[in-house]
């Protein structure tokens, strides 16, 4: 059974806490100049997708794609890096790796499609949680500042709770990647592969 280990969450939480002062924002020219440059680079990938067809084309249509939306939201976070932008380029990242990983699935069939799809959602799942996690104990750090020592113990007791809902949220898209991988099984034999899951991931 995994369990939470609150020295590490701890120290997690103390390198998001030890994040620098916010830096300046680009200039408009320079803003500009990068989000041209997101875009043309887009079409260019784009375009050599064309040749290719079938499902190997919608693979490169979606790295394509998730390339640039990662592109566009690390940019936005350069430009005004915020708890919340850092944030949304952590979800965007997550998404884009998993459009990619869901299409990879389409040459699989039956279970090992439907394991591949459960383990591609897992993974995005745990990144969001994760992002999720980070963005809560920044917010609460951040509230701290303004206030008392007594305040900066309840920060920390947030964060850590931000962390524990995330390993909850993992362990239960890890479970559900377990539990499909049980259906190439039949009879008593899935029965065992379940039960074993749920103590596993403690459902």
Known sequence: MNT???????????LV????AKAQNMSKDAYKASKDKISAEYKLAKASCSPLSGNARDICKAEAKGRDNV???ELELRNEPTAENHYKASVVKAEAVFAV???RCDDKAGNAKDVCVKEA???????????????KALDANAAAYEKSAMANDKATEQAVDAYKKANAD???AQYQVAKEKCDAYTGNTQDVCVKEAKVRFSQ
Not at 17 to 20: D, E, I, L
Not at 121 to 135: F, N, P
């Open 4 to 14: 939470i280990k609150i020295n590490a969450i701890a120290l997690a939480v103390s």
């Open 17 to 20: 806490f030890s994040t620098g």
């Open 71 to 73: 592109a566009l939201a």
């Open 101 to 103: 990983a869901n299409e």
């Open 121 to 135: 959602k897992a993974a995005e799942i745990g990144a969001k949680a994760d992002a999720t996690a980070q963005m």
């Open 170 to 172: 993992k362990l239960a």
